[in-house]
């Protein structure tokens, strides 16, 4: 079975330029989760898909960051437009459907500087 | 406003020495407990988790974490650590009435000396 895999791996770009980053959940999991490690620090939550919908939100660091999720499968994240403080490492993860003791499993993580 | 905080950011041991690592919470209601692991160039990975029941809880490659309710703890354990055992920790929480947000401490470097 595959993992979770986001694309890409890495990506440097300039302040004020566009970024978007792609999320594939584990095939049936209806619950995708992104996350943010900035340098070093905690991982921070930043939203939650029940399928295609916006479960949780209040992760979300301001309305530079637009995420989607069509047709509950694929999630991208877009960064628009960026900023030195958006740098860090973005997490994708998924779950399957039921509790929140449910295990996400984590992607490898993109990460994203800002020149 | 939950919170996770753990005790440690650097730990250093030699090979067969017990680990200790510490998390404490900070949330009012009933919780979710996590450890994660991420090992060198892999993804993050579940440890262990606890959500009901027996408070000693044992997960993967011979660690185990105590819930202690009381203390608000969900401290990682593992009586004899290998040099394989070298990874970033996390300790996590989420609300089991609250959505699933899932909120992360700052992570704890082990590395083990061979």
């Known amino acids: 079975e595959a993992g979770v895999t986001q694309f890409p791996s890495h990506s440097v770009i300039e302040k004020g330029q566009t970024v978007t980053l792609r999320c594939d959940p584990i095939?049936?999991?209806?619950?995708l989760y992104w996350y943010r490690r900035v340098m070093g620090k905690e991982i921070k939550f930043l939203l939650h898909?029940?399928?295609?919908?916006?479960?949780?939100e209040s992760g979300m660091p301001n309305n530079r960051f637009l995420a989607e999720r069509t047709g509950g499968t694929y999630s991208t994240l877009k960064v628009q437009p960026a900023e030195l403080e958006d740098s860090g490492v973005y997490f994708c993860a998924s779950s399957q459907a039921g509790g929140s003791y449910n295990e996400q499993f984590f992607g490898p993580g993109t990460r994203l500087t800002v020149l | 406003a939950q919170s996770v905080s753990q005790h440690n950011h650097h730990v250093i041991l030699s090979e067969a020495a017990s680990l200790e690592l510490g998390c404490n919470y900070s949330?009012?209601?009933?919780?979710?407990l996590f450890w994660y692991v991420q090992y060198p160039g892999q993804h993050l990975q579940l440890l262990l988790k606890y959500f009901s029941g027996d408070p000693l809880v044992k997960g993967i490659k011979g660690f185990e974490a105590e819930f202690i309710k009381s203390k608000f703890s969900f401290n990682l354990r593992k009586p004899s650590v290998q040099w394989s055992d070298t990874a970033e920790y996390f300790c996590a929480v989420n609300a089991q009435n609250g959505g699933f947000k899932t909120i992360f401490g700052a992570g704890t470097r082990l590395f083990v000396k061979a």
């Open positions: 949330y009012g209601g009933t919780v979710n």
């Open positions: 898909f029940v399928k295609e919908s916006k479960q949780d």
């Open positions: 095939s049936g999991h209806d619950n």
